[in-house]
């Protein structure tokens, strides 16, 4: 069980951002969350198997196609057994 917590910058609000991370997230039965910071990044985490995590972290660096990634970050945390992924904000 693989955990990370990433942050993307960029023009990711407003562009389907979120909605794209969580049908992957799904899909590849990944848990956590993701949302819109008022900065205007897009945060989330991932916890599941490590290639369906990596999976979406490198979906975060490419975003959906009305998106401009400008850099993303990414944490290493501890798994907390999340059950199931949701959008917020």
Do not use: K
Not at 50 to 64: I, N, Q, S
């Amino acid at each position: 069980m693989e955990r990370r917590h990433v942050t993307v910058y960029g023009f990711v609000q407003g562009v389907g951002f979120r909605f794209a991370v969580e049908r992957a997230a799904r899909s590849r039965g990944v848990a956590g969350w993701v949302r819109n910071r008022p900065d205007g990044a897009v945060e989330a985490v991932f916890e599941g198997e490590a290639e369906d995590v990596e999976a979406l972290v490198e979906l975060c660096r490419e975003g959906p196609r009305s998106a401009e990634v400008e850099r993303i970050d990414v944490v290493g945390e501890s798994p907390e057994g999340l059950a199931d992924f949701h959008v917020s904000g």
